[in-house]
């Protein structure tokens, strides 16, 4: 589940926090997998990775408009 960043553009700040908890949440799953063996693809750490970063960018880019909007 590659995520868009227009997508998460258009989300706020409390929902992006949600998505990288959901995120976190399975990486971890996916790493249980990896380590017990049971991952069939182990690109979707990876991904997972990916998306998590992607997320927290799109985060601060949301802060720090809203802060530049307080100014």
Do not use: C, Y
Not at 15 to 41: A, K, P, T
Not at 46 to 67: C, F, G, N
């Amino acid at each position: 589940m590659a995520l868009d960043v227009k997508e998460l553009q258009q989300l706020g700040a409390d929902e992006l926090m949600d998505r990288e908890r959901q995120l976190v949440q399975e990486l971890f799953n996916l790493r249980f997998q990896f380590g017990s063996g049971r991952l069939e693809n182990p690109m979707q750490i990876r991904k997972t990775k990916r998306d998590i970063a992607r997320v927290k960018t799109v985060l601060q880019q949301v802060k720090s408009r809203a802060e530049e909007t307080k100014r």
